[in-house]
């Protein structure tokens, strides 16, 4: 079955440092999508970052990038040179093709904190 | 380029209760989803739907119904609001496929009391 775990409920982290944030995973689908999203404190959801099942390289989007290792079933987001404006909560999420469903499901979240 | 729309954005119910939360995309998604968002539990999911007239269970469907009588929205029901069902709700639509971002809607915060 699915499933999706982050097991940093809080993190702190120094503006301009780097840090990595934690997600594993779970499945049998041998084709899924990895996907982080930022939820800052307005709420919205925004989307940050994706990682195939088949990619062979670790996806980057700016300062983000996700060290993908497909054996361990770990997808954690790194952040580097975080800024004041990166405090927010973060999730990971995961999406697999059984069934043709397609289903969506998301990780319990890490609240990140910058320290200025 | 409204994206997902979500209405209403906070909502105050009585126990007992019932009401909809409206959600509606223009981006021609094929698969719509409803989710509750709780602190320390994420985001789980309620509702979702692959197309029009097909609709399946999530992690939580107890006490909520949905239809989808057209590709573009996708109406969650509270039938009788309990204070369980307390939380902020999230509506999100996405293409068919592993490799495709979700849109979410800008969220409803209900209270039930």
């Known amino acids: 079955a699915q499933k999706i775990t982050q097991t940093q409920p809080g993190m702190f982290v120094q503006e301009k440092e780097a840090v990595t944030l934690d997600c594993t995973y779970d499945t049998s689908d041998p084709s899924y999508g990895l996907f982080w999203y930022k939820q800052p404190s307005s709420g919205e959801m925004i989307f940050l970052i994706y990682q195939g099942s088949y990619d062979q390289q670790n996806a980057t989007e700016g300062r983000y990038s996700l060290n993908f290792q497909k054996a361990r079933k770990s997808a954690n987001l790194v952040i580097s040179a975080s800024q004041l404006g990166d405090s927010a909560m973060y999730f990971c999420a995961m999406r697999e093709a059984t069934s043709g469903t397609y289903k969506y499901i998301f990780g319990t979240g890490t609240r990140l904190k910058v320290l200025a | 380029n409204a994206g997902v729309t979500q209405t209403p954005k906070f909502q105050v119910l009585k126990t007992g209760q019932s009401m909809t939360l409206q959600c509606a995309q223009d981006?021609?998604?094929?698969?719509m989803s409803w989710y509750r968002q709780d602190p320390g539990m994420g985001l789980r999911l309620i509702h979702y739907s692959v197309g029009a007239g097909i609709t399946d269970q999530g992690e939580v469907p107890n006490g909520y119904n949905v239809s989808r009588s057209t590709t573009e929205d996708f109406p969650l029901r509270l039938l009788s609001a309990a204070p369980s069902q307390t939380s902020v709700y999230f509506c999100?639509?996405?293409?068919?496929?592993?490799?495709?971002?979700?849109?979410f809607g800008q969220g409803t915060r209900l209270t039930v009391v």
């Open positions: 999100a639509s996405s293409y068919w496929g592993t490799n495709t971002e979700a849109f």
């Open positions: 981006m021609n998604h094929e698969y």
